[in-house]
C-alpha cells in the first residue's frame, strides 16, 4: 500500500494532562464543534474498567477504548494496532472518513512511548502525523502534581500548548505562580487559560508537526530512552504489566455495589474519604445507581475535592450497578470499602476471579 505524504497525512492530537485536570470535559467541548465534528477518538484509561468513554457525548464506531492500562507498556501496542484498524476501516469505507484524530491519554500517561509510537511505527508514521500535543494542567492542583510526579512534568514538558484549567475556581495569584513554574519546565508551550472548560478548536489545531529537536534536553533524552524501554518491555520474560499497578505505591481498582444508593449518605461516605484519606487518593470517577433515579450520577473527585455531580439521562449500558473507579497511592482497598459499610450498609461486589 503506497504511503502517505505528509501533507495528506491524518493529523493527531494528543491530549494528555495529569489525573482530574479535566481532559473528557474538554473533549465533550470540543467534539461538539464543527472543526472537529469528523474527528476520531480514542480514549485510555488507567485499570481494567473504563469509565471516562461513558462520559463523551459522541458515541458511535470512531470512539475506541484502548485497554491495558497506562499507554506505557502493553497498550502501546494496542494504540498501533488501534490506529492501523482506525485507518484500513477509513479506506474500507466501513466507517466515515474522519479527518483528525484525537487521543486522550490516562491522567498516569507518561507522553514518551506515546510519541515515541506515532513518530517510529513505520506504518503508522506514514498514515499519521502528530499535530500537537496539548496538556491540560489542574491549576488547583497542580504544584503538588508536580512536585510529586514525574509523569505531570513530562506532560507540561513535552506540550506544544499548555491548557491552564479551572481558572474559574482559581486567583489570578495562583493561576500566574502556575504559568510562571509551567514557564519554567516548557518555555516554548502557548498557555491559554480556561475557564468552565470553554475551549475554541482551533486553539488546539494547527500546532504543526512535532520536532523533538525543538523540545528541551530532557525531552529529546526520554524519547531516546523509551527507545532502549521500547525493546524491554517486548520481552515477556523480563517485562510483566499488571494494568491495575502504575507503580510501588499507585494502583487502581474499581468497587461495584449491588443495591442503588439513598444519595445523602453516599455523599457523605465520600466526603469522609476525601476529608481523611485525601492525600492518597488521586482521582475518583464512576456511575453512581441512586434511588428513585433512572440514570446514573456522575462522581468525579481529586484528592480532597468532590465536584459537583451530573446526571445522565439514561445507563450507557446494560449494566446498572454503581461502579467506582479509585486511582489511589499507598491505599488498602479495604480502607475504602469500610467507609461504605459504615455510611451506606453497602458491601462492595466480591471481585471476579
Request: proline share 5%; with cysteine; glycine share 6%.
Given at each position: 500500500?503506497?504511503?502517505?505524504?505528509?501533507?495528506?497525512?491524518?493529523?493527531?492530537?494528543?491530549?494528555?494532562?495529569?489525573?482530574?485536570?479535566?481532559?473528557?470535559?474538554?473533549?465533550?467541548?470540543?467534539?461538539?464543534?464543527?472543526?472537529?465534528?469528523?474527528?476520531?477518538?480514542?480514549?485510555?484509561?488507567?485499570?481494567?474498567?473504563?469509565?471516562?468513554?461513558?462520559?463523551?457525548?459522541?458515541?458511535?464506531?470512531?470512539?475506541?477504548?484502548?485497554?491495558?492500562?497506562?499507554?506505557?507498556?502493553?497498550?502501546?501496542?494496542?494504540?498501533?494496532?488501534?490506529?492501523?484498524?482506525?485507518?484500513?476501516?477509513?479506506?474500507?469505507?466501513e466507517?466515515?472518513?474522519?479527518?483528525?484524530?484525537?487521543?486522550?491519554?490516562?491522567?498516569?500517561?507518561?507522553?514518551?512511548?506515546?510519541?515515541?509510537?506515532?513518530?517510529?511505527?513505520?506504518?503508522?508514521?506514514?498514515?499519521?502525523?502528530?499535530?500537537?500535543?496539548?496538556?491540560?494542567?489542574?491549576?488547583?492542583?497542580?504544584?503538588r502534581?508536580?512536585?510529586?510526579q514525574?509523569?505531570?512534568?513530562?506532560?507540561?514538558?513535552?506540550?506544544?500548548?499548555l491548557?491552564?484549567?479551572?481558572?474559574?475556581?482559581?486567583?489570578?495569584?495562583e493561576?500566574?505562580?502556575?504559568?510562571?513554574?509551567?514557564?519554567?519546565?516548557?518555555?516554548?508551550?502557548?498557555?491559554?487559560?480556561?475557564?468552565?472548560?470553554?475551549?475554541?478548536?482551533?486553539?488546539?489545531?494547527?500546532?504543526?508537526?512535532?520536532?523533538?529537536?525543538?523540545?528541551?534536553?530532557?525531552?529529546?533524552?526520554?524519547?531516546?530512552?523509551?527507545?532502549?524501554?521500547?525493546?524491554?518491555?517486548?520481552?515477556?520474560?523480563?517485562?510483566?504489566?499488571?494494568?491495575?499497578?502504575?507503580?510501588?505505591?499507585?494502583?487502581?481498582?474499581?468497587?461495584?455495589?449491588?443495591?442503588?444508593?439513598?444519595?445523602?449518605?453516599?455523599?457523605?461516605?465520600?466526603?469522609?474519604?476525601?476529608?481523611?484519606?485525601g492525600?492518597?487518593?488521586?482521582?475518583?470517577?464512576?456511575?453512581?445507581?441512586?434511588?428513585?433515579?433512572?440514570?446514573p450520577?456522575?462522581?468525579?473527585?481529586?484528592?480532597h475535592?468532590?465536584?459537583?455531580?451530573?446526571?445522565?439521562?439514561?445507563?450507557?449500558?446494560?449494566?446498572?450497578?454503581?461502579?467506582?473507579?479509585?486511582?489511589?497511592?499507598?491505599?488498602?482497598?479495604?480502607?475504602?470499602?469500610?467507609?461504605?459499610?459504615?455510611?451506606?450498609?453497602?458491601?462492595?461486589?466480591?471481585e471476579?476471579?
Amino acid at each position: 500500500m503506497p504511503a502517505l505524504d505528509q501533507q495528506r497525512a491524518i493529523p493527531v492530537t494528543v491530549l494528555t494532562g495529569f489525573l482530574g485536570a479535566g481532559k473528557t470535559t474538554l473533549l465533550n467541548r470540543l467534539l461538539r464543534q464543527p472543526a472537529l465534528a469528523n474527528a476520531a477518538v480514542l480514549i485510555n484509561e488507567f485499570g481494567d474498567v473504563a469509565v471516562d468513554h461513558h462520559l463523551v457525548d459522541k458515541v458511535d464506531e470512531s470512539i475506541v477504548v484502548l485497554p491495558s492500562g497506562c499507554l506505557c507498556c502493553s497498550v502501546r501496542g494496542e494504540l498501533a494496532r488501534s490506529l492501523r484498524e482506525l485507518f484500513m476501516r477509513r479506506l474500507r469505507r466501513e466507517i466515515p472518513a474522519f479527518s483528525r484524530v484525537l487521543l486522550e491519554t490516562s491522567g498516569l500517561a507518561d507522553p514518551a512511548p506515546v510519541l515515541y509510537t506515532l513518530l517510529e511505527d513505520f506504518f503508522i508514521a506514514e498514515r499519521f502525523r502528530i499535530d500537537g500535543v496539548v496538556t491540560a494542567v489542574d491549576v488547583t492542583h497542580a504544584n503538588r502534581q508536580l512536585g510529586r510526579q514525574f509523569e505531570a512534568v513530562r506532560q507540561v514538558a513535552m506540550a506544544d500548548r499548555l491548557l491552564l484549567t479551572k481558572c474559574d475556581l482559581s486567583t489570578p495569584d495562583e493561576i500566574a505562580g502556575v504559568a510562571r513554574r509551567l514557564a519554567h519546565i516548557n518555555p516554548g508551550a502557548l498557555q491559554i487559560e480556561v475557564r468552565m472548560g470553554a475551549i475554541g478548536a482551533e486553539q488546539l489545531m494547527g500546532c504543526g508537526l512535532y520536532d523533538p529537536a525543538s523540545k528541551t534536553a530532557d525531552v529529546r533524552r526520554w524519547l531516546a530512552d523509551e527507545r532502549v524501554a521500547a525493546a524491554r518491555r517486548s520481552d515477556p520474560v523480563t517485562h510483566v504489566h499488571d494494568v491495575n499497578r502504575h507503580d510501588a505505591l499507585v494502583h487502581a481498582f474499581v468497587l461495584r455495589f449491588e443495591q442503588p444508593f439513598a444519595w445523602p449518605e453516599f455523599a457523605e461516605a465520600i466526603d469522609v474519604l476525601l476529608a481523611t484519606c485525601g492525600e492518597r487518593i488521586l482521582r475518583v470517577k464512576g456511575l453512581i445507581s441512586v434511588e428513585g433515579e433512572p440514570g446514573p450520577r456522575v462522581v468525579q473527585c481529586v484528592q480532597h475535592m468532590r465536584y459537583p455531580e451530573s446526571t445522565l439521562p439514561s445507563w450507557p449500558d446494560d449494566h446498572h450497578q454503581s461502579r467506582l473507579v479509585f486511582i489511589v497511592r499507598a491505599l488498602a482497598r479495604d480502607i475504602v470499602e469500610q467507609a461504605f459499610v459504615m455510611f451506606c450498609d453497602a458491601a462492595a461486589l466480591a471481585e471476579a476471579e
